[in-house]
Protein backbone atom coordinates (compact mmCIF):
# COMPACT_ATOMS: atom_id res chain seq x y z
CA UNK A 1 0.00 0.00 0.00
CA UNK A 2 1.10 3.38 -1.23
CA UNK A 3 1.39 6.28 1.38
CA UNK A 4 0.75 9.98 0.47
CA UNK A 5 1.91 12.55 2.61
CA UNK A 6 -0.37 16.01 2.25
CA UNK A 7 0.94 19.07 1.36
CA UNK A 8 0.83 21.55 3.85
CA UNK A 9 4.48 23.33 3.43
CA UNK A 10 6.16 21.00 6.35
CA UNK A 11 9.53 21.87 6.28
CA UNK A 12 12.74 22.41 9.57
CA UNK A 13 15.90 23.99 9.76
CA UNK A 14 18.35 21.69 9.01
CA UNK A 15 20.88 23.91 10.99
CA UNK A 16 18.85 24.91 13.85
CA UNK A 17 20.79 25.41 17.39
CA UNK A 18 19.07 22.99 20.11
CA UNK A 19 20.81 23.80 22.75
CA UNK A 20 20.12 27.86 22.50
CA UNK A 21 16.73 27.64 20.17
CA UNK A 22 18.33 29.54 17.49
CA UNK A 23 17.39 29.49 14.12
CA UNK A 24 20.52 28.93 11.15
CA UNK A 25 21.51 33.07 10.68
CA UNK A 26 20.57 34.74 7.29
CA UNK A 27 17.90 31.54 6.85
CA UNK A 28 15.80 32.16 4.33
CA UNK A 29 12.77 29.61 4.91
CA UNK A 30 11.72 28.51 1.51
CA UNK A 31 14.74 28.37 0.03
CA UNK A 32 17.08 26.92 3.03
CA UNK A 33 14.28 24.53 5.57
CA UNK A 34 14.07 20.78 4.46
CA UNK A 35 10.72 18.55 3.31
CA UNK A 36 10.97 15.73 5.18
CA UNK A 37 11.58 13.48 1.62
CA UNK A 38 14.83 15.87 1.89
CA UNK A 39 15.81 15.35 5.23
CA UNK A 40 16.05 11.60 5.48
CA UNK A 41 17.90 9.37 3.31
CA UNK A 42 15.71 6.95 3.00
CA UNK A 43 11.94 6.95 1.91
CA UNK A 44 9.42 7.68 4.06
CA UNK A 45 6.26 8.48 2.21
CA UNK A 46 5.65 7.32 -1.46
CA UNK A 47 4.75 10.50 -2.45
CA UNK A 48 2.42 13.78 -1.66
CA UNK A 49 -0.59 14.90 -1.71
CA UNK A 50 -1.79 18.61 -3.47
CA UNK A 51 -5.00 19.71 -3.22
CA UNK A 52 -6.29 22.43 -5.46
CA UNK A 53 -7.56 24.72 -3.29
CA UNK A 54 -4.48 24.77 -1.20
CA UNK A 55 -3.33 26.96 -4.00
CA UNK A 56 -6.10 28.91 -4.43
CA UNK A 57 -5.22 31.73 -2.41
CA UNK A 58 -3.14 34.07 -4.89
CA UNK A 59 0.61 34.42 -3.25
CA UNK A 60 4.14 33.69 -3.12
CA UNK A 61 3.79 29.71 -3.36
CA UNK A 62 1.07 29.53 -6.22
CA UNK A 63 3.15 31.89 -8.51
CA UNK A 64 6.58 29.95 -7.77
CA UNK A 65 4.44 26.58 -8.32
CA UNK A 66 2.60 28.32 -12.02
CA UNK A 67 6.30 29.15 -12.68
CA UNK A 68 8.15 26.05 -12.01
CA UNK A 69 5.23 23.23 -11.45
CA UNK A 70 4.52 21.54 -8.44
CA UNK A 71 7.36 18.88 -8.61
CA UNK A 72 9.98 21.31 -8.81
CA UNK A 73 8.38 23.45 -6.06
CA UNK A 74 8.39 20.80 -3.39
CA UNK A 75 11.56 19.48 -5.04
CA UNK A 76 10.78 16.10 -5.10
CA UNK A 77 13.23 12.91 -6.05
CA UNK A 78 11.69 11.30 -9.06
CA UNK A 79 11.03 8.10 -7.59
CA UNK A 80 7.78 10.23 -5.30
CA UNK A 81 4.93 10.50 -7.03
CA UNK A 82 2.38 13.26 -7.14
CA UNK A 83 -1.31 12.83 -6.26
CA UNK A 84 -3.80 15.47 -6.92
CA UNK A 85 -7.53 16.24 -6.24
CA UNK A 86 -10.14 19.21 -5.41
CA UNK A 87 -9.49 19.83 -1.70
CA UNK A 88 -13.51 19.23 -1.90
CA UNK A 89 -13.61 19.95 2.43
CA UNK A 90 -12.56 23.80 0.84
CA UNK A 91 -15.61 24.35 -0.34
CA UNK A 92 -17.50 22.20 1.48
CA UNK A 93 -20.10 25.08 2.74
CA UNK A 94 -20.91 25.84 -1.03
CA UNK A 95 -23.53 24.67 -3.10
CA UNK A 96 -21.09 23.66 -5.98
CA UNK A 97 -17.63 23.00 -5.92
CA UNK A 98 -14.71 25.89 -6.65
CA UNK A 99 -13.91 24.19 -9.57
CA UNK A 100 -14.76 22.48 -13.42
CA UNK A 101 -14.26 19.63 -14.58
CA UNK A 102 -12.29 21.71 -17.59
CA UNK A 103 -10.32 23.69 -14.67
CA UNK A 104 -9.19 20.81 -13.01
CA UNK A 105 -7.91 18.45 -15.90
CA UNK A 106 -5.75 21.02 -17.17
CA UNK A 107 -4.40 21.75 -14.07
CA UNK A 108 -3.35 18.17 -12.96
CA UNK A 109 -2.29 18.21 -17.13
CA UNK A 110 0.15 21.45 -16.43
CA UNK A 111 1.81 20.86 -13.23
CA UNK A 112 2.95 17.19 -14.16
CA UNK A 113 0.71 15.17 -11.52
CA UNK A 114 0.79 11.80 -11.62
CA UNK A 115 -2.88 11.03 -10.24
CA UNK A 116 -5.49 13.35 -10.45
CA UNK A 117 -9.09 12.68 -8.82
CA UNK A 118 -12.71 13.83 -10.66
CA UNK A 119 -14.18 16.97 -9.05
CA UNK A 120 -15.99 15.54 -6.23
CA UNK A 121 -18.47 17.42 -3.61
CA UNK A 122 -18.79 15.54 0.39
CA UNK A 123 -22.15 14.79 1.38
CA UNK A 124 -22.70 15.50 4.80
CA UNK A 125 -25.59 15.43 7.57
CA UNK A 126 -25.25 18.97 7.87
CA UNK A 127 -26.49 19.35 4.53
CA UNK A 128 -28.57 16.67 4.31
CA UNK A 129 -31.40 19.04 1.60
CA UNK A 130 -28.15 18.74 -0.98
CA UNK A 131 -27.48 15.30 -0.58
CA UNK A 132 -28.82 13.92 -3.60
CA UNK A 133 -27.35 17.06 -5.94
CA UNK A 134 -24.11 16.16 -4.25
CA UNK A 135 -24.35 12.62 -5.00
CA UNK A 136 -25.33 13.11 -9.01
CA UNK A 137 -23.16 16.17 -9.42
CA UNK A 138 -20.17 13.74 -8.31
CA UNK A 139 -21.10 10.94 -10.29
CA UNK A 140 -21.54 13.05 -13.50
CA UNK A 141 -18.26 15.04 -12.84
CA UNK A 142 -16.38 11.80 -12.93
CA UNK A 143 -18.21 10.38 -16.03
CA UNK A 144 -17.04 14.20 -17.88
CA UNK A 145 -13.53 13.67 -16.41
CA UNK A 146 -12.81 10.36 -17.55
CA UNK A 147 -14.27 10.93 -21.49
CA UNK A 148 -12.49 14.49 -21.09
CA UNK A 149 -9.01 12.58 -20.27
CA UNK A 150 -9.25 9.92 -22.73
CA UNK A 151 -10.57 12.86 -25.73
CA UNK A 152 -7.35 14.71 -24.60
CA UNK A 153 -5.06 12.02 -24.16
CA UNK A 154 -3.93 13.32 -21.11
CA UNK A 155 -0.75 11.61 -19.43
CA UNK A 156 -1.39 11.30 -15.59
CA UNK A 157 -3.80 8.54 -14.31
CA UNK A 158 -7.59 9.18 -13.87
CA UNK A 159 -8.90 8.79 -10.64
CA UNK A 160 -12.88 8.64 -9.76
CA UNK A 161 -13.96 10.40 -6.82
CA UNK A 162 -16.29 8.06 -4.96
CA UNK A 163 -18.71 10.04 -2.50
CA UNK A 164 -21.86 8.98 -0.23
CA UNK A 165 -23.44 8.86 2.73
CA UNK A 166 -23.85 5.12 4.11
CA UNK A 167 -22.35 2.02 2.85
CA UNK A 168 -25.21 1.23 0.32
CA UNK A 169 -24.58 5.03 -1.15
CA UNK A 170 -20.61 4.39 -1.61
CA UNK A 171 -21.02 0.47 -2.93
CA UNK A 172 -23.26 1.99 -5.90
CA UNK A 173 -20.86 5.19 -6.71
CA UNK A 174 -18.04 2.88 -6.73
CA UNK A 175 -19.97 0.19 -9.03
CA UNK A 176 -21.16 2.84 -11.42
CA UNK A 177 -17.26 4.59 -11.68
CA UNK A 178 -16.15 1.27 -12.63
CA UNK A 179 -18.74 0.78 -15.00
CA UNK A 180 -17.86 4.36 -16.44
CA UNK A 181 -14.39 2.47 -16.79
CA UNK A 182 -12.26 4.21 -14.00
CA UNK A 183 -9.51 1.17 -12.92
CA UNK A 184 -8.33 3.51 -9.71
CA UNK A 185 -10.96 5.22 -7.29
CA UNK A 186 -10.81 7.59 -4.50
CA UNK A 187 -12.86 7.04 -1.50
CA UNK A 188 -13.90 10.55 0.12
CA UNK A 189 -15.43 11.90 2.79
CA UNK A 190 -14.34 9.95 5.13
CA UNK A 191 -11.32 11.72 7.15
CA UNK A 192 -13.82 13.35 9.95
CA UNK A 193 -15.77 10.08 10.53
CA UNK A 194 -14.98 7.47 13.50
CA UNK A 195 -13.26 4.42 12.61
CA UNK A 196 -16.73 1.68 13.08
CA UNK A 197 -17.66 4.38 9.96
CA UNK A 198 -14.78 3.59 7.69
CA UNK A 199 -14.67 0.54 7.93
CA UNK A 200 -18.54 -0.48 7.30
CA UNK A 201 -17.64 1.94 3.82
CA UNK A 202 -14.94 0.24 2.69
CA UNK A 203 -15.32 -3.11 3.71
CA UNK A 204 -19.12 -2.65 1.54
CA UNK A 205 -16.57 -0.84 -1.34
CA UNK A 206 -14.03 -3.45 -1.50
CA UNK A 207 -17.04 -5.69 -1.93
CA UNK A 208 -18.17 -4.05 -5.13
CA UNK A 209 -15.04 -3.62 -6.14
CA UNK A 210 -12.96 -6.66 -5.88
CA UNK A 211 -9.64 -6.89 -8.05
CA UNK A 212 -12.02 -4.80 -10.95
CA UNK A 213 -10.04 -1.43 -9.60
CA UNK A 214 -7.33 0.16 -7.48
CA UNK A 215 -8.62 1.78 -4.47
CA UNK A 216 -6.78 4.92 -2.46
CA UNK A 217 -8.31 6.14 0.66
CA UNK A 218 -8.73 9.78 1.46
CA UNK A 219 -7.70 11.29 5.39
CA UNK A 220 -7.93 7.52 7.23
CA UNK A 221 -4.30 6.18 7.03
CA UNK A 222 -4.51 6.40 10.49
CA UNK A 223 -2.32 3.36 12.46
CA UNK A 224 -5.27 2.28 14.35
CA UNK A 225 -6.84 1.56 10.43
CA UNK A 226 -3.58 -0.01 8.77
CA UNK A 227 -4.28 -3.66 9.49
CA UNK A 228 -8.18 -3.25 8.05
CA UNK A 229 -7.07 -0.93 4.85
CA UNK A 230 -4.10 -3.77 4.33
CA UNK A 231 -6.70 -6.49 4.30
CA UNK A 232 -8.99 -4.68 1.98
CA UNK A 233 -6.32 -4.43 -0.54
CA UNK A 234 -6.63 -0.59 -0.33
CA UNK A 235 -4.11 0.54 -2.96
CA UNK A 236 -3.17 4.02 -1.39
CA UNK A 237 -3.99 6.00 1.43
CA UNK A 238 -3.16 9.64 2.79
CA UNK A 239 -3.40 11.58 6.09
CA UNK A 240 -1.71 14.22 8.05
CA UNK A 241 -2.43 12.82 11.02
CA UNK A 242 0.89 10.89 11.77
CA UNK A 243 2.64 14.40 11.48
CA UNK A 244 -0.20 16.33 13.10
CA UNK A 245 -0.26 14.42 16.09
CA UNK A 246 3.23 15.07 16.79
CA UNK A 247 1.88 18.68 18.48
CA UNK A 248 -1.64 18.49 17.93
CA UNK A 249 -2.70 15.27 19.80
CA UNK A 250 -2.97 15.37 24.13
CA UNK A 251 -0.74 12.34 24.21
CA UNK A 252 0.34 10.41 21.30
CA UNK A 253 2.51 12.90 19.99
CA UNK A 254 5.80 10.42 19.39
CA UNK A 255 4.98 7.02 17.74
CA UNK A 256 6.91 3.75 18.23
CA UNK A 257 7.22 0.51 15.59
CA UNK A 258 6.07 -1.91 18.00
CA UNK A 259 2.18 0.06 17.42
CA UNK A 260 2.11 2.36 20.88
CA UNK A 261 2.99 6.16 21.56
CA UNK A 262 4.25 8.59 24.02
CA UNK A 263 3.32 11.90 25.01
CA UNK A 264 6.09 14.71 24.56
CA UNK A 265 7.13 16.86 27.55
CA UNK A 266 6.02 20.21 27.36
CA UNK A 267 8.64 22.41 27.80
CA UNK A 268 7.66 25.84 26.20
CA UNK A 269 9.70 28.66 25.41
CA UNK A 270 9.51 31.25 28.14
CA UNK A 271 10.14 34.66 26.36
CA UNK A 272 10.18 38.51 27.65
CA UNK A 273 7.43 39.23 25.79
CA UNK A 274 5.13 35.91 26.81
CA UNK A 275 5.02 35.05 23.15
CA UNK A 276 1.62 34.54 21.75
CA UNK A 277 -1.55 35.23 22.87
CA UNK A 278 -3.37 32.43 24.32
CA UNK A 279 -0.04 30.34 25.05
CA UNK A 280 0.42 28.81 28.55
CA UNK A 281 3.65 30.61 29.11
CA UNK A 282 1.40 34.00 28.02
CA UNK A 283 -1.26 32.86 30.56
CA UNK A 284 1.04 32.61 33.29
CA UNK A 285 0.88 34.40 36.58
CA UNK A 286 4.33 34.75 37.09
CA UNK A 287 7.81 36.92 36.52
CA UNK A 288 9.60 36.35 33.72
CA UNK A 289 12.58 35.84 35.64
CA UNK A 290 10.93 32.66 37.53
CA UNK A 291 9.60 31.10 34.18
CA UNK A 292 12.92 31.73 32.62
CA UNK A 293 14.56 29.73 35.00
CA UNK A 294 12.08 27.23 36.14
CA UNK A 295 12.24 26.33 32.17
CA UNK A 296 16.26 25.86 31.96
CA UNK A 297 15.68 23.62 35.02
CA UNK A 298 13.51 21.68 33.26
CA UNK A 299 15.40 21.51 29.67
CA UNK A 300 18.79 21.26 31.91
CA UNK A 301 16.79 17.76 33.88
CA UNK A 302 15.27 16.29 30.89
CA UNK A 303 19.26 16.07 28.91
CA UNK A 304 20.59 15.10 32.04
CA UNK A 305 18.34 12.51 32.35
CA UNK A 306 18.82 11.53 28.75
CA UNK A 307 22.84 10.77 29.60
CA UNK A 308 21.87 9.08 32.55
CA UNK A 309 23.37 11.64 34.82
CA UNK A 310 19.96 12.59 36.78
CA UNK A 311 17.26 10.02 38.29
CA UNK A 312 13.73 9.90 37.30
CA UNK A 313 12.33 11.35 40.45
CA UNK A 314 14.26 14.87 40.32
CA UNK A 315 13.91 14.73 36.60
CA UNK A 316 10.18 14.95 37.33
CA UNK A 317 10.41 17.39 40.19
CA UNK A 318 11.92 20.33 37.43
CA UNK A 319 9.34 19.27 34.86
CA UNK A 320 6.60 19.51 37.44
CA UNK A 321 7.88 22.85 38.75
CA UNK A 322 8.06 24.82 35.30
CA UNK A 323 4.68 23.38 34.44
CA UNK A 324 3.03 24.16 37.49
CA UNK A 325 4.04 27.80 36.71
CA UNK A 326 2.22 27.69 32.86
CA UNK A 327 -1.38 29.12 32.69
CA UNK A 328 -4.36 26.75 33.47
CA UNK A 329 -5.39 23.97 30.55
CA UNK A 330 -8.80 22.67 31.17
CA UNK A 331 -8.79 21.86 27.52
CA UNK A 332 -5.94 19.11 28.10
CA UNK A 333 -5.55 16.44 30.59
CA UNK A 334 -4.60 17.24 34.63
CA UNK A 335 -1.19 17.73 35.89
CA UNK A 336 -1.88 14.45 37.36
CA UNK A 337 -2.44 12.53 34.00
CA UNK A 338 0.28 14.39 32.36
CA UNK A 339 2.97 13.38 35.31
CA UNK A 340 2.02 9.69 34.52
CA UNK A 341 2.22 10.48 30.55
CA UNK A 342 6.16 11.68 31.12
CA UNK A 343 6.83 9.44 33.47
CA UNK A 344 6.21 6.33 30.92
CA UNK A 345 8.07 8.55 28.26
CA UNK A 346 10.88 8.86 30.73
CA UNK A 347 10.77 5.32 31.79
CA UNK A 348 10.86 3.58 28.23
CA UNK A 349 13.35 6.10 26.84
CA UNK A 350 12.18 5.57 23.23
CA UNK A 351 14.25 8.06 21.55
CA UNK A 352 17.31 5.43 22.85
CA UNK A 353 15.59 2.67 21.18
CA UNK A 354 14.76 4.53 17.54
CA UNK A 355 17.13 3.97 14.68
CA UNK A 356 15.89 7.03 12.86
CA UNK A 357 17.71 9.86 11.16
CA UNK A 358 15.59 12.10 13.67
CA UNK A 359 16.08 10.51 16.88
CA UNK A 360 20.00 8.95 16.25
CA UNK A 361 20.63 12.98 16.09
CA UNK A 362 18.71 14.88 18.26
CA UNK A 363 18.20 12.35 20.91
CA UNK A 364 15.96 13.14 23.68
CA UNK A 365 15.72 16.40 22.11
CA UNK A 366 12.79 14.77 19.83
CA UNK A 367 10.45 14.43 22.63
CA UNK A 368 10.33 17.84 24.02
CA UNK A 369 7.15 19.30 23.20
CA UNK A 370 8.53 23.22 22.43
CA UNK A 371 8.76 24.59 19.07
CA UNK A 372 8.00 24.01 14.95
CA UNK A 373 12.10 22.79 14.76
CA UNK A 374 11.04 20.03 17.64
CA UNK A 375 7.72 19.53 16.99
CA UNK A 376 8.12 18.91 13.50
CA UNK A 377 10.70 16.53 13.56
CA UNK A 378 8.83 14.38 15.93
CA UNK A 379 6.54 14.68 13.40
CA UNK A 380 8.79 13.47 10.44
CA UNK A 381 9.81 10.49 12.94
CA UNK A 382 5.98 9.58 13.08
CA UNK A 383 6.28 9.27 9.30
CA UNK A 384 9.20 7.08 9.28
CA UNK A 385 7.33 4.76 11.97
CA UNK A 386 4.29 4.82 10.00
CA UNK A 387 6.28 3.34 6.88
CA UNK A 388 7.79 0.54 8.99
CA UNK A 389 4.67 -0.20 10.62
CA UNK A 390 3.13 -0.23 6.72
CA UNK A 391 6.09 -2.66 5.94
CA UNK A 392 5.99 -4.92 8.89
CA UNK A 393 2.10 -5.06 8.28
CA UNK A 394 2.55 -6.16 4.64
CA UNK A 395 5.01 -8.88 5.77
CA UNK A 396 2.62 -10.64 8.44
CA UNK A 397 0.03 -10.08 5.95
CA UNK A 398 2.04 -11.87 3.69
CA UNK A 399 2.82 -14.70 6.02
CA UNK A 400 -0.78 -15.53 7.14
CA UNK A 401 -1.56 -15.63 3.75
CA UNK A 402 1.30 -18.28 2.88
CA UNK A 403 0.46 -20.40 5.41
CA UNK A 404 -3.74 -19.78 4.55
CA UNK A 405 -2.87 -21.04 1.17
CA UNK A 406 -1.17 -24.09 1.96
CA UNK A 407 -2.43 -27.17 0.24
CA UNK A 408 -2.27 -30.89 1.08
CA UNK A 409 -0.11 -33.40 -0.83
CA UNK A 410 -0.06 -37.12 -0.88
CA UNK A 411 3.17 -36.82 1.83
CA UNK A 412 1.10 -34.94 4.28
CA UNK A 413 -1.34 -37.66 4.19
CA UNK A 414 0.91 -40.37 4.71
CA UNK A 415 3.05 -38.50 7.69
CA UNK A 416 1.65 -40.58 10.61
CA UNK A 417 2.41 -43.85 9.35
CA UNK A 418 5.72 -43.07 9.45
CA UNK A 419 7.45 -42.33 12.88
CA UNK A 420 10.01 -40.03 12.10
CA UNK A 421 7.87 -38.11 9.76
CA UNK A 422 7.54 -34.37 11.08
CA UNK A 423 4.41 -33.21 11.96
CA UNK A 424 2.98 -31.36 8.68
CA UNK A 425 1.95 -27.29 9.08
Keep these: MKFFLPDWDDRVDPGYDFLTDRLTLKRKPYED ?38 REYLRLPADLELFGDCGAFGYLDQRDP ?4 EE ?32 ALTQRN ?16 PVGAVQGWDEHTYAEAAESLIEMGYRYIAVGGLARSNSPTVSRILNAVSQVVAARAAIHVFGVARASLLPLLLDLGVASADSAAPLRQAWLAAKDNY ?47 VRSFARRELGQRETMKRIKAYDSMLGSRTYERSATQRDQLYRDLLRGRPWDQCPCQICTELGVEVVIFRGNNRNRRRGFHNLWVLRRRIEKALVEKGERRAQFAWQPRLEHFEWNKRPDAPTPP
Excluded at 98 to 101: C, P
Excluded at 107 to 134: A, C, K, M, T, W
Excluded at 260 to 285: E, K, Q, Y
Design 142 to 157: ADDFLRMHRDNKLNFT
Design 33 to 70: DLYAHELFDERIYDGILVSRMALEQAGRKRKRVEEVGI
Design 98 to 101: AFTT
Design 104 to 135: ILEYYDRLGFNYGVSVDHIVLPEFEDQRDHRY
Design 255 to 301: YTVDGGAFAAIRIPMATNDRGLNGSLVARSGAAYSDLREAEQDALNA
